[in-house]
């Protein structure tokens, strides 16, 4: 009798040491980056038209508010520039204004031309929605009349470190 015991015991040991030499492992290495992200959009239609003026004075300035930009960026002193495509008539001068994203730093209303000029500075490590884009047309009474035109304003955000 105390050898069906024994059996018993040791058959129901066998599974447990059985499973503990049967365990393993496997490792595997995982290589990872996140690259530079700079990315800006615009939204809105804006539409100016110059149709009055104060006698004696300069036809009068009108703005276009209403046109939006989003940024995001994973870099420290980011900017972003804007350019128009193609140079603005004689007499006519088109400036923008974007509102700056927390921690950065709008330069304020800055007049377009084919050459970028900075319009925010200061960019870092961020994403924001909704900013406000301001767009303000200038026409001096030497400019004359000036047929209805397109200008494409072309934003550009490039990262710093």
Request: net charge positive; charged share 5%.
């Amino acid at each position: 009798m105390s050898r069906t015991k024994k059996f018993l015991v040791s058959f129901a040991l066998l599974p447990l040491a059985a499973s503990a030499l049967l365990a393993q492992t496997a490792s595997h290495v995982l290589t990872f980056q996140v690259s530079a992200i700079n990315q800006v959009s615009v939204s809105g239609t804006p539409s100016l038209t110059i149709n009055a003026a104060v006698a004696g004075s300069a036809p009068t300035t009108v703005t276009a508010t209403g046109s939006t930009y989003s940024v995001t960026t994973n870099q420290s002193t980011a900017k972003i520039t804007a350019a128009i495509d193609v140079a603005m008539p004689t007499g006519v001068t088109l400036s923008t204004t974007l509102a700056a994203p927390s921690g950065g730093t709008s330069a304020g209303k800055q007049q377009l031309s084919a050459v970028a000029t900075d319009v925010v500075t200061g960019i870092t490590k961020l994403n924001a929605a909704g900013l406000a884009i301001t767009y303000e047309l200038n026409a001096t009474a030497a400019a004359g009349v000036v047929a209805s035109a397109t200008r494409t304003v072309t934003y550009t955000i490039t990262g710093g470190t």
